[in-house]
T-cell receptor, first 115, second 116 residues
Framework: DAGVIQSPRHEVTEMGQEVTLRCKPI?????LFWYRQTMMRGLELLIY????????DSGMPEDRFSAKMPNASFSTLKIQPSEPRDSAVYFC???FGGGSNQPQHFGDGTRLSIL | GENVEQHPSTLSVQEGDSAVIKCTYS??????FPWYKQELGKRPQLIID?????GEKKDQRIAVTLNKTAKHFSLHITETQPEDSAVYFC???????????????FGKGTKLSVKP
């Protein structure tokens, strides 16, 4: 089992640039979650999908953030334009069937730095 | 919505001692409570979970207890070892209006340090 795969592992870019984070969930998992982790705010849920459909995006901070899941094996989180306060570690997680009653498996995260 | 409070924020123990981390939640409809361990620079990893129809669960040196009436749950680590040093997160699954309980609300984390 390859686990949840995220790319890139690290991203450094200047403010105003577009940033795209990628996630491949565990095969067969039907829930996919995007989290942001900072020292100040801890682990925050941004958005989650069930069967490729966004279920709750209330955690997305503002219109600069968007997420898509075009198929069961791929999701993107995009920030456009990026700002220094977006600097954080972004985690993708996936789970199977029922979400909350099954463990969420996390990827290794993308450490994003906006200069 | 659901709110999860976690205490303490930092905990330092001597190797071999026990460590206890406590969490409270607000949504009485929550029914799944996992605990994650996150080592520095790494991803959160599930170490144990408990569902609302169970009061206690053990896995070797780790145990979790749940009190639904009081809406709190705790992580107990016995015979701590230096490799237990990490940040531990509790979480709860809130009720959602869509009838599907997919997400987790995390506590702010407890940094556990085990001194040799």
């Amino acid at each position: 089992d390859a686990g949840v795969i995220q790319s890139p592992r690290h991203e450094v870019t200047e403010m105003g640039q577009e940033v795209t984070l990628r996630c491949k969930p565990i095969s067969g998992h039907d829930y996919l979650f995007w989290y942001r982790q900072t020292m100040m705010r801890g682990l925050e849920l941004l958005i989650y999908f069930n069967n490729n459909v966004p279920i709750d995006d209330s955690g997305m901070p503002e219109d600069r953030f968007s997420a898509k899941m075009p198929n069961a094996s791929f999701s993107t989180l995009k920030i456009q334009p990026s700002e220094p306060r977006d600097s954080a570690v972004y985690f993708c997680a996936s789970s199977f069937g029922g979400g909350s009653n099954q463990p969420q498996h996390f990827g290794d995260g993308t450490r994003l730095s906006i200069l | 919505g659901e709110n999860v409070e976690q205490h303490p924020s930092t905990l330092s123990v001597q190797e071999g001692d026990s460590a206890v981390i406590k969490c409270t939640y607000s949504d009485s409809a929550s029914n799944y409570f996992p605990w994650y361990k996150q080592e520095l620079g790494k991803r959160p990893q599930l170490i144990i979970d408990i569902r609302s129809n169970v009061g206690e669960k053990k896995d070797q040196r780790i145990a979790v207890t749940l009190n639904k009436t009081a809406k709190h749950f705790s992580l107990h680590i016995t015979e701590t070892q230096p490799e237990d040093s990490a940040v531990y997160f509790c979480a709860a699954s809130p009720h959602t209006p869509w009838g599907s309980q997919g997400n987790l609300i995390f506590g702010k984390g407890t940094k556990l340090s085990v001194k040799p």
